[in-house]
């Protein structure tokens, strides 16, 4: 099972929106709709952002959104701040004897 | 509050084996699927397994299949049995909690607790 294809960095100024993309297959993104996404910050814990494509969790800012179209999966921040420059991984699940969940190749996300 | 602490990680000759353990406070642990995620140096996350609430059901990653055994008891804790371990193995090891959206099913929804990682090192 191949990782899902995120850019490898993705920079904005403060205030401004950015999209990161995450796009996979038939076979994970474009057939279900359980995409997740987590923000990590260096030497931290991976935290989550966004679960089934664009629900936020308790305590998530509203700053942040996700959305799907076909194999390609999306989170925008919204209102960029210097405390979201951090790594972005997407996941999904994966109808695949390989793995049942497959990761994004990460997103550095640069606050210029 | 919610809690996930990871231990037992260190260095490791090749073909040797290690157990972590992932200790659960501050939650109702025999209702949550537990997974174990892993994350080499300098590079990105990879699932690695998952255990079901009642330990009845399992799924691992290709890479780890046959070589690792996840399981957990009664005392909120998850372990993940590590054998015949190689130099790609190195990495961070985090214990993750289901999101368990469909309680008493597999969601597949993702992780929504993230203990702060334990590192094992195969190094000869």
């Known amino acids: 099972q191949s990782a899902l294809t995120q850019p490898a960095s993705v920079s904005g100024s403060p205030g401004q929106s950015i999209t990161i993309s995450c796009t996979g297959s038939?076979?994970?993104?474009?057939?279900?709709?359980?995409v997740s996404w987590y923000q990590q910050h260096p030497d931290k814990a991976p935290k989550l952002m966004i679960f089934?494509?664009?629900k936020r969790p308790s305590g998530v800012s509203s700053r942040f959104s996700g959305s799907k179209s076909g194999n390609t999966a999306s989170l925008t921040i919204s209102g960029l701040q210097a405390e979201d420059e951090a790594d972005y991984y997407c996941?999904?699940?994966?109808?695949?004897?390989?793995?049942?969940?497959?990761f994004g190749t990460g997103t550095k996300v640069t606050v210029l | 509050q919610v809690r996930l602490v990871e231990s037992g990680g260190g260095v490791v000759q090749p073909g040797r084996s290690l157990r972590l353990s992932c200790g659960a406070s501050?939650?109702?642990?025999?209702?949550?699927?537990m997974h174990w995620v892993r994350q080499a140096p300098g590079k990105g996350l990879e699932w690695v397994a998952l255990?079901?609430?009642?330990?009845?059901?399992k799924f691992y990653a290709d890479s780890v299949k046959g070589r690792f055994s996840i399981f957990r008891d009664n005392s909120a804790n998850t372990f993940l049995e590590m054998k015949s371990l190689r130099t790609e193995d190195t990495a961070v090891y985090y214990c993750?909690?289901?999101?368990?959206?469909?309680?008493?099913?597999?969601?597949?929804?993702?992780?929504?607790?993230w203990g702060p990682g334990t590192t094992v090192t195969v190094s000869s």
């Open positions: 501050g939650f109702i642990f025999r209702i949550y699927p």
């Open positions: 038939g076979s994970d993104v474009g057939s279900y709709d359980l």
């Open positions: 993750a909690r289901d999101l368990n959206t469909v309680p008493g099913k597999l969601s597949y929804s993702g992780f929504d607790v």
């Open positions: 089934e494509v664009s």
């Open positions: 996941c999904s699940y994966a109808d695949s004897s390989l793995s049942s969940y497959v």
């Open positions: 255990i079901a609430f009642d330990g009845s059901t």
